[in-house]
């Protein structure tokens, strides 16, 4: 796998023995850290994991306050309160705002495209190099800092699909512009829900499955209400993602700003080893608790269905926006360069 290490990110330097007069230039802040996700979700260890070495890295110069489950602002609000430095520290999903971020949301709003363990470094590299999607940040006022992923969608469900005839007018939890014309190339049909409604949706029957990571079923429990995990693979996402202002990162002094590049890419290499642990604990739960793993036995005609989603979205923003058509093209480009990388490593 190609490694990258962009300047926005950094490599790790050291400050974790910092002494003297480097740890004496770091700033004195409070910061509020908004979060998505509920504080029993792993993926929110990370966020946790970023509070406490930058509070223990900084001798206690830096204090960060955990809070989970939006309750520092809804997914609409997020961006206008970190851009307006309202919020410190913001969990933004990217793939849920086409309209403010469409190329930086692309490896978290398409499906069926990327792979654990290359989606980070591509995100990283298209974060740094892209000018597109660094214009769009400048406008937002938004520095990225921490990167996780999210591994493998696939469908969990009420009842067993085995077969694209299987998958035919099945009702599929969706989301975002994508995923939904992913799901109707397969027959399913989508319905957009939200992370919340998940489990009393599939209980009532509002929908057959939901497209959703094995690493995330038991901690929404949704083990309890579908007892079919298939084995259909449909491609890993970058997840939520952490900034903070343009304002903020520029008011800091470089010893602070090295010390969040040092702590954001421990968290971001962290990522994908911590989320194949409670995958496999998660399996092992939902096994236990009468979970069956079934075998989607077409996959290479799933995959045949699926359109190239890349192609999608460089002719839907090009539909959006005639004048982004060129930088959509050249984006899609780099990313199947940095596979194509990646793959040759």
């Known amino acids: 796998m190609t490694k990258f290490t962009p300047l926005l990110f950094g490599a790790s330097l050291g400050l974790a023995a910092a002494t003297g007069p480097a740890l004496a230039e770091i700033d004195n802040l409070s910061l509020q850290l908004g979060s998505p996700f509920p504080e029993g979700v792993y993926l929110s260890d990370i966020d946790r994991f970023v509070a406490d070495e930058l509070t223990k890295r900084s001798d206690g110069k830096i204090e960060v306050d955990l809070n989970f489950s939006n309750a520092l602002g809804s997914p609409a609000e997020i961006i206008p309160l970190v851009g307006a430095s309202a919020v410190g520290l913001g969990g933004v999903v990217t793939g849920y705002h086409v309209g403010e971020m469409p190329f930086a949301g692309l490896t978290n709003a398409v499906p069926a495209t990327f792979e654990s363990d290359t989606v980070l470094d591509i995100t990283e590299t298209l974060y740094t190099e892209n000018e597109t999607i660094l214009a769009e940040?400048?406008?937002?006022?938004?520095?990225?800092?921490?990167?996780?992923?999210?591994?493998?969608?696939t469908l969990l469900c009420t009842e067993p699909v085995r077969t694209m005839a299987d998958l035919k007018g099945k009702k599929v939890r969706s989301y975002g512009a994508?995923?939904?014309?992913m799901l109707e190339a397969l027959g399913a049909t989508p319905v957009n829900l939200s992370m919340p409604e998940?489990?009393?949706?599939?209980?009532?029957?509002?929908?057959?499955?939901?497209?959703?990571?094995?690493?995330?079923?038991?901690?929404?429990?949704l083990h309890e209400v579908a007892k079919y995990m298939s084995d259909l693979e449909l491609g890993a996402i970058n997840a939520v993602?952490?900034?903070?202002?343009?304002?903020?990162?520029?008011?800091?002094s470089p010893e602070t700003q090295a010390l969040f590049n040092e702590v954001a890419?421990?968290?971001?290499?962290?990522?994908?080893?911590?989320?194949?642990?409670?995958?496999?604990?998660a399996l092992k739960v939902m096994r236990e608790n009468g979970v069956e793993i079934v075998?989607?036995?077409?996959?290479?005609?799933?995959?045949?269905?699926?359109?190239?989603?890349?192609?999608?979205?460089?002719?839907?923003?090009?539909?959006?926006?005639?004048?982004?058509?060129?930088?959509?093209?050249?984006?899609?480009?780099?990313?199947?360069?940095?596979?194509r990388d990646a793959n040759d490593s």
Request: with cysteine; charged share 25%.
């Open 198 to 221: 998940m489990y009393e949706s599939l209980q009532r029957g509002v929908v057959d499955c939901v497209y959703w990571t094995r690493s995330l079923t038991v901690p929404f429990k």
């Open 295 to 339: 075998e989607f036995e077409e996959k290479e005609a799933a995959m045949a269905a699926i359109p190239d989603m890349l192609n999608l979205w460089v002719e839907q923003v090009s539909e959006r926006s005639p004048d982004l058509a060129a930088s959509a093209e050249a984006t899609a480009n780099q990313v199947r360069e940095l596979m």
């Open 265 to 281: 890419q421990e968290a971001k290499e962290m990522s994908v080893p911590m989320t194949q642990e409670v995958e496999d604990a």
């Open 178 to 181: 994508y995923i939904p014309q």
């Open 241 to 252: 993602t952490l900034f903070t202002s343009v304002d903020n990162w520029n008011s800091w």
């Open 137 to 153: 940040f400048e406008r937002l006022n938004l520095k990225p800092l921490v990167l996780r992923h999210l591994p493998q969608y």
